[in-house]
Structure formats: structure tokens, C-alpha cells
């Protein structure tokens, strides 16, 4: 019997090959037995699994790897990933937002906003260099004057799409349209922390937002930053995710750019905001390998056309997309645990922690701008450092 690859899995070859599950965002390394095997089975002639080893066979078939479907996503040429491996893109489709919050790090829009044309041309780009997840970010992605063409284009793309939204706009017509495998919201309190951040009444109208789509079907998750306002409020916010079976819950600390800049009050300082990152559940979207800091296979493309290490470097981009991914990827240097302060005091923590974030180590610490030092916020959440 002929067989293909579920349109739920793509193949990769990143420094392994691999089996890429996009909707459980799981990787599996593969022989190169199993690669051919499975090549095969994204072309139209299909494949036979005749004369397989059956434990191969078995595991295909239990993980619904195997379909009887034609496989109908576009098939790029698995030809081998750059070292390291480009394997999450945020794409900043635009820079437009319908909330004015008061810790964003984009500031005042500029009305920026990349074109479908791009934006098809960058999905390409990703694909040919086998990445697996890109998050459609803005200010608010749904602002994009294109976005629904944008959502028809989805589907076609062998990569997990994850939108992160305010999710004021959402309604359950465009839930049920959406073509992403998982939506994040932005939740950044209990009623009085959030409103405070967002606007009145953002609280109530995002959670409703988020338990439609969990009721329709859709993975949801949350991201989370600590702020002076919402400090009691953590126990709350996490019995509640737990209790909604949010997929995730990312905790972080606002970076003192954009709208935060003059907004002062809403920081917290390290010793008392560290503790709260051990707050948060679920997977993290931008792991490392061993032996790296932060951000190894992590690129992001901003609504002006700019390239940086993520979206925080807005500033300091490594170029423009029309000279393309691969180009301005292969510019980044990676930035290895053994070259922060961190390892020059042996910390114990190092390879758990790897150095925190890159751009709050550069930002807070008292030697600006050295994205080799420590991030204190996360030597407070390790207990590396303590308030004396």
C-alpha cells in the first residue's frame, strides 16, 4: 500500500536530520535510512513501507507520522541548514497597534508594514533554510491592512506558525479562520495589574478572547512581564493558566525601551523582579544548545524591512531583507557560555541559566552595552545574587 507524510510533520536538516512535528513542536532525529525513506513519502509517487524495519514502521504509524493523504505542503530542497541552524523567525509584520501600552518596547508606530510580496518571499527563504517555527508579531499582526491574505497563505508553509495578538481584535469568526497552530496571548496582570498597562477593561475582553479560542480548538498560551503593578498578582495569574490549561506561560522583564522610557515607574528593580521569573510553565520558544548563550537559533525581521538578533536590537540591525535571510543570518556570531563574566566565576547555575538575556545583560547592567556580562535579573532568580 502507498503511503505519505501527515501534512503535520516536515522534514528538516538542520545539523541532524530530522522529523519535525509541527503540531506537537517536536523534533526527532533521524538516520539516513529513515530520511530517504520519508523524502519518499513527500513525493507524489509516495512510498511503500515494504522490507522496514517494523520498529520504524510501528513508531510511524502510532505517531500518525504516516497517511494515506498526498502530502500538500511546498517542499523545499533538503539541502543541509547553516551551523548554527536559523530555526525561529519573529516576524514583525507590521508596527500598527489598536492599544497605546505602556511598557512597549515598539514605542509610536511609524505605520510601517511589510508587504504580502515580502513577507511571502521571507516564508520561502525561512523554509529553504529549514526553519521550523516563525511568530507573527507586530505591534498587533491583525492591524495589517492584508493580514487575511496573509492567513490564506499559511497553510502551504511546512512550519508552525504561532500568532501573538492583544487579542482585542479577535472574534470568533476570525478565530475560526486562523490558519496557526497556536495563538499567544499578551496577559500582563489580574484586572488591575493588566488595565493598568493596556487600558481599562483590556482584562476581561482578553480573557474571553483566549477561551474562545481554546474552546474552538486552538493551542493558546500566554506571555507575561513583570511590572510594579502586578507583583501580587502571580498566584492568581498562574492558577488561573493552569486552571484555563494554557499550553505555556513565558514570564520576563520589560527592557527600558519604547513607551517604558517614560514610564519609569512600572520597573522593578533586580533583586525583587528575578524571583518572579521562576514563575511560568510549558516550553521555551527560544532555546539554545548546550554550550551557547541565549538566541542561537533565533532571527527577527521588523516591520521596516530590518534584520536583528531579536526584536530588542531594533537599533542595531544586521542588515535589511533584500539581501536576504541566509546573508544576514550568517553575520550573527554566536556567543558561547564559556565567554561570559558568568564562567569566569564559575557559576553553577551557567549552563541552566546561560547567561540570562542578551540585550538586559547589555541595558541594566552598570558596564552598558557589554552583551558579554551577566543578566543580575537572572542571578536573583537563581539565587546567585541576594538582597543583602
Not at 515607574?265 to 511560568?280: D, F, H, K, M
Not at 541565549?294 to 524591512?305: E, K, M, R, T, W
Amino acid at each position: 500500500m502507498k503511503y505519505y507524510l501527515s501534512n503535520s510533520f516536515a522534514l528538516k536538516w538542520l545539523e541532524e536530520k530530522s522529523l519535525y512535528d509541527l503540531t506537537k513542536d517536536e523534533l526527532y532525529e533521524l538516520d539516513d535510512e529513515a530520511f530517504e525513506f520519508l523524502k519518499n513519502c513527500i513525493s507524489q509517487e509516495g512510498c511503500y513501507i515494504e522490507g522496514l524495519n517494523p520498529d520504524f514502521t510501528d513508531f510511524c504509524f502510532k505517531e500518525q507520522i504516516l497517511t494515506k493523504e498526498p502530502y500538500r505542503r511546498k517542499i523545499p530542497p533538503l539541502i543541509k541548514a547553516p551551523e548554527p541552524s536559523l530555526r525561529y523567525l519573529e516576524l514583525q509584520i507590521t508596527d500598527k497597534c489598536n492599544l497605546k501600552c505602556k511598557h512597549c518596547f515598539v514605542g509610536n508606530s511609524q505605520n510601517n508594514e511589510l508587504t504580502i510580496d515580502i513577507i511571502k518571499r521571507i516564508f520561502d527563504e525561512f523554509i529553504q533554510m529549514q526553519g521550523l517555527r516563525v511568530m507573527i508579531t507586530g505591534g498587533e499582526p491583525l492591524m495589517h491592512k492584508e493580514f487575511e491574505k496573509l492567513n490564506s497563505l499559511l497553510p502551504e508553509y511546512p512550519f508552525r506558525k504561532i500568532l501573538f495578538t492583544n487579542g482585542i481584535l479577535l472574534n470568533q469568526k476570525i478565530i475560526e479562520a486562523l490558519n496557526v497552530d497556536e495563538i499567544q496571548f499578551s496577559i500582563d496582570g489580574m484586572e488591575k495589574g493588566h488595565d493598568t498597562l493596556r487600558g481599562k477593561g483590556t482584562f476581561s475582553k482578553v480573557l474571553k478572547k483566549l477561551c474562545k479560542a481554546k474552546e474552538l480548538g486552538i493551542p493558546v498560551s500566554v506571555a507575561t512581564i513583570v511590572h510594579s503593578n502586578n507583583l501580587d498578582e502571580f498566584d492568581k495569574m498562574e492558577a488561573l493558566f493552569k486552571e484555563i490549561r494554557v499550553k505555556d506561560w513565558t514570564v520576563d522583564i520589560p527592557s527600558p525601551t519604547g513607551n517604558l522610557i517614560n514610564n519609569p515607574s512600572l520597573q522593578v528593580t533586580p533583586e525583587i523582579a528575578g524571583r518572579y521569573l521562576n514563575y511560568g510553565f510549558g516550553e521555551n520558544y527560544h532555546s539554545s544548545d548546550e554550550g551557547f548563550a541565549c538566541g542561537l537559533h533565533l532571527l527577527s525581521v521588523l516591520a521596516n524591512g530590518a534584520i536583528a538578533k531579536c526584536a530588542f536590537y531594533c537599533s542595531s540591525p544586521l542588515g535589511y531583507i533584500y539581501e536576504g535571510l541566509r546573508n544576514v543570518w550568517q553575520r550573527l556570531k554566536p556567543i558561547k557560555l564559556d565567554e561570559l563574566e558568568c564562567s569566569n566565576i564559575s557559576c553553577p547555575v551557567i549552563n541552566s541559566c546561560r547567561g540570562g538575556c542578551r540585550y538586559r545583560s547589555a541595558t541594566y547592567h552598570v558596564n552598558n552595552g557589554d552583551n558579554y556580562r551577566k543578566d543580575i535579573y537572572k542571578c536573583f532568580a537563581y539565587g546567585i545574587m541576594k538582597n543583602e
